[in-house]
């Protein structure tokens, strides 16, 4: 299964969001933002590399933390060296190798993120409770659509009070899990950690928990690909 999450526009929390589920989904997470990363990070290989032809994409992805990850390059240079379209092929291999793969899209409506659409079998949109972002949403599904990823779920991300969840599921066409706005998934980002793990009994850790299983239901081949892990090729 590989799946992509998506955002509008830049902010939502889109890779955090993607960090979180591929930790609740045990999935490699492939940090596919070519120009402004945003993930974890340390030495050795990474998509850049991969793309650039000087790494392979199995042997670049870290498992010693509490997410499996394909982290991406920093530099300018680094981007500048890369072949996007290769994107496609190092995360089929992902994939063939690990068996569930989410990839982190970059934000807005770029061409890298039809790239990330094109190679997945669905997609997580998230979004914010605020009507700019929910336009711009609305391109991103538009664009899902045209590729032909699915809409496994829609995320409404740092939601306070109540949500229009409903209106959100009626204009955007699928199913919502609401993430509310938590000093829990702060803290658990300062800390280099899924929130489940740093703080498992917070409402954000349950929602990340409700937005898996809704993915294992909608998305085509979650629930019944089993997570491959390698060993032997950690950082």
């Not at 599904?141 to 590729?147: D, K, M, P, V």
């Not at 009070?161 to 955007?172: D, H, I, Y």
């Not at 740093?198 to 990340?208: K, N, V």
């Amino acid at each position: 299964m590989i799946l992509a999450v998506v955002g509008g526009k830049g902010g939502v929390g889109k890779s955090t969001v993607a960090y979180n589920l591929g930790a609740a989904l045990d999935a490699v997470v492939v940090d596919a933002d070519l120009a402004m990363a945003d993930l974890p990070a340390d030495r050795g290989p990474d998509l850049h590399d991969v793309l650039a032809g000087r790494a392979d994409p199995v042997e670049a992805v870290r498992e010693g933390g509490p997410v499996g990850l394909l982290p991406c390059g920093r530099s300018l240079a680094g981007a500048r060296a890369c072949e996007p379209t290769e994107l496609v092929a190092a995360v089929e291999a992902v994939r063939d190798a690990y068996g569930r793969v989410v990839v982190d899209c970059p934000a807005g409506m770029c061409g890298d993120v039809g790239l990330g659409l094109l190679v997945a079998e669905a997609c997580v949109l998230v979004t914010e409770p605020a009507p700019a972002a929910l336009g711009d949403a609305l391109r991103a599904r538009a664009l899902a659509r045209e590729l032909d990823a699915g809409l496994a779920a829609v995320v409404l991300n740092r939601a306070r009070g109540a949500s229009p969840t409903e209106l959100v599921a009626r204009t955007l066409g699928g199913p919502v899990t609401t993430i509310p706005e938590s000093a829990a998934v702060a803290d658990a980002q300062a800390a280099g950690l899924p929130v489940a793990t740093h703080r498992p009994d917070s409402p954000a850790a349950d929602a990340f928990a409700s937005l898996a299983t809704t993915v294992r239901r909608t998305a085509p081949g979650a629930a019944g690909s089993e997570s491959r892990p390698k060993t032997g090729s950690g950082p």
